[in-house]
C-alpha cells in the first residue's frame, strides 16, 4: 500500500513472480482523514483476512514547528500518527478475534530523543513507540502481538546517502524477525540501545539544546 501505483504494481508483479503467491495492491494516501477505514473495508469486501501487517509508511519534515506550513504538518500527523492509531485498531482487533496476528510500527531513534528542528517528525515516532507499548501491554495472550522498530538512520528516503546509514535489507530483517517473536522494541544495534540509555539519564533540556544546536547546523541554519 502507497500512493505510487507503478512503484506498487512493480513490486507486486516482482513478489508474485518470484514467491508465487496472489498480491492485492492498494493505492491510498495514508495522509488522508479517511485512508485507514477505507482501506480496512476494501480489505473486507475482498474478504482478506490481514495475519501481518507492517506500518512502514511515514515521512518528515525539517524545520521548526513554529515555521512549518499547518496543512503540511496536519497530513505528516495524519500519516505517521492517526493512519497508523486506525490501522492498528482495525486490523489488531481482528487478529485478536482470531487469536493470531503480528502488527509492526516502523517507529525510530528518534522516538526516544528530543527531535528540534525536524518538524512534527520525532514527536510522531515517539507516539508510535508509546502506541506500539500501549497495545502491547493490552494484548490478550502471546499469539496477537505488536513491535515497535526503532532504526537509526536507514540507506532510504533522507538518508539514502548517509555513510553512517544502515542497510535497508538488515534493519527490515531484524523488524521482521523482532516481529514473529513478538518481541515489544525493537533495537539490536548496541550503540543505539547506548543512546536510549543515556537518554533516559540527561536532563531533558540538556538533551534538547545538544540535539537542536546539532540538527540546525546539519540543515545549515544560523
Ligand atoms: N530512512 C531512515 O533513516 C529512517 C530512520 C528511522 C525510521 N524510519 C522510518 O521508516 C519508515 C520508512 O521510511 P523511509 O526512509 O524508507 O522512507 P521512504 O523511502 O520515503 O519510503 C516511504 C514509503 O512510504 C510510502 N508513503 C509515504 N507517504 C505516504 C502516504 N501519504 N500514503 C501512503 N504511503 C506513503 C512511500 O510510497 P509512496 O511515496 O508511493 O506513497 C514509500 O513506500 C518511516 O516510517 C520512517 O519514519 C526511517
Known amino acids: 500500500m502507497a500512493r505510487r501505483k507503478d512503484r506498487l ?3 507486486k508483479f ?29 480489505l473486507q469486501e475482498k474478504k482478506i483476512a490481514v495475519d501481518q501487517m507492517v506500518n512502514n509508511a511515514g515521512a518528515g519534515k525539517m524545520g521548526r514547528v513554529v515555521d512549518a506550513d499547518p496543512e503540511t504538518m496536519q497530513a505528516l500527523l495524519h500519516l505517521n500518527v492517526v493512519s497508523v492509531t486506525l490501522l492498528g485498531r482495525y486490523f489488531g482487533r481482528d487478529m485478536e478475534e482470531r487469536g493470531r496476528g503480528r ?10 530523543l528530543p527531535d528540534p528542528w525536524s518538524n512534527v517528525y520525532g514527536p510522531t515516532k515517539a507516539y508510535e513507540r508509546f502506541l506500539t507499548e500501549t497495545m502491547y501491554g ?11 522498530r526503532c532504526p537509526g538512520p536507514t540507506k532510504t528516503g533522507w538518508a539514502r546517502n548517509a555513510k553512517f546509514a544502515k542497510n535497508l535489507d538488515e534493519v ?3 523488524g521482521f524477525i523482532a516481529m514473529q517473536r513478538g518481541e ?3 533495537i539490536p544495534d548496541a550503540d543505539y540501545r547506548a543512546i536510549r540509555c543515556l537518554a533516559a539519564h540527561l536532563p531533558a533540556a540538556c538533551q534538547a539544546d545538544l540535539i537542536g544546536r546539532w540538527q540546525k547546523s546539519l540543515i545549515g541554519q544560523e
Not at 18 to 42: H, M, P
Not at 138 to 148: L, Q, W
Open 138 to 148: 493490552e494484548r490478550k495472550g502471546e499469539n496477537a502481538t505488536v513491535t515497535a
Open 9 to 11: 504494481e512493480e513490486w
Open 172 to 174: 527490515a530483517r531484524e
Open 103 to 112: 502488527i509492526l510500527n516502523v517507529s525510530s531513534m528518534g522516538a526516544f
Open 184 to 186: 515489544l522494541v525493537c
Open 14 to 42: 516482482e513478489i508474485e513472480n518470484s514467491y508465487g503467491v496472489r498480491v492485492t495492491a492498494i493505492v491510498k494516501d495514508l495522509s488522508r482523514e479517511e485512508a485507514a477505514r477505507e482501506i480496512y473495508g476494501e
